[in-house]
């Protein structure tokens, strides 16, 4: 993988602020729910998440800048440190002054002293690093009904394990940030990987998507429209009762504050509920009351449009 800094396209001076955005442009442009006919996208995609989890880290971003740990965040192999060390490329002679059991104590601590007793015990399962390397992440893709993701309605997802874990959904989830699950990967000698699980919205039957609201198309019937009237709605959480003005036309959109989707900064969109006057089909008394009706004859309601 490359330098996570050049994978988000900033500079190593970048403020938290310029990693989050340059992570969710990338992040939005390269989500799987996006690109299903393009792997190299989705590779991509993996690529991005893990340079964020690197540099959104504090410590983990520190330790990078420092040369501590790789781009995986697994530590670096301390080559030179304490002077006198050299190998031939290629080859197995090496030649070392010092004591490797000194130099990996003054690095790791307590658990270099259990490595001493020169080069073999000292590298012994090491696998060319400075500690056994942790298992590969598993990436997982949990597809959820929109009115669940609206909601943060928690989850269960059954890994390659046989494992089931409960989720607790957020709103960086819901955007296409992965969910990690620390040590729900595969084995290693260095202990298990992390699961990443990106959430996928199901198309909903009646709801729809705008940003952070949820729209919503509500039949009403022509009385409740005409006179105004007070009617149960659906919403992501339960019904509510909605007041629908008297005089209202199809189009007419109510607003139900904070009924929509959970956003970062702990508030909510709306709810946008959009009504659409239905009319009985095949109503002689509504026929004849129409044709019967005069008081409505010359007013022009596409005069608006130039016609």
Do not use: C
Not at 90 to 113: C, H, T, Y
Not at 279 to 307: H, I, K, M, Q, T
């Amino acid at each position: 993988m490359a330098d996570p800094y050049t994978t988000l396209g900033l500079s190593r001076g970048a403020d938290d602020a310029a990693i989050k955005k340059a992570y969710r442009k990338l992040a939005k442009e390269l989500h799987p729910d996006r690109n299903a006919d393009n792997p190299a996208a989705t590779a991509r995609f993996s690529e991005v998440t893990t340079a964020y989890d690197l540099l959104s880290d504090k410590d983990k971003r520190a330790q990078y800048d420092r040369g501590e740990i790789d781009e995986n965040g697994s530590p670096k192999m301390p080559f030179g440190y304490g002077g006198g060390f050299r190998g031939r490329p290629g080859g197995a002679e090496f030649e070392a002054s010092g004591d490797f059991g000194d130099i990996f104590e003054g690095l790791f601590g307590g658990a270099a002293k259990q490595q001493r007793g020169g080069f073999g015990s000292g590298f012994s399962g090491f696998g060319g690093r400075g500690r056994p390397q942790k298992g590969a992440d598993a990436a997982y893709r949990l597809a959820i009904d929109l009115d669940e993701a609206a909601a943060l309605k928690p989850q269960r997802i059954t890994l390659g394990t046989g494992k089931t874990v409960d989720l607790k959904l957020t709103p960086e989830a819901i955007a296409g940030t992965p969910l990690r699950l620390a040590g729900q990967g595969e084995a290693g000698a260095g202990g298990a990987g992390d699961a990443l699980v990106t959430i996928e919205i199901r198309p909903h039957r009646f709801y729809k998507r705008d940003g952070d609201d949820v729209r919503l198309d509500l039949p009403v019937r022509l009385d409740e429209a005409v006179t105004g009237a007070r009617i149960k709605v659906p919403t992501v959480e339960g019904a509510v009762m909605l007041a629908i003005p008297a005089g209202s036309s199809s189009g007419k959109v109510l607003r139900l504050k904070g009924r929509g989707f959970h956003k970062r900064d702990g508030s909510r969109g709306d709810q946008l509920v959009t009504l659409m006057v239905d009319l009985p089909a095949e109503d002689e008394a509504l026929r004849a009351f129409v044709e019967g009706w005069s008081g409505d004859a010359d007013r022009n309601p596409r005069a608006g449009l130039g016609v």
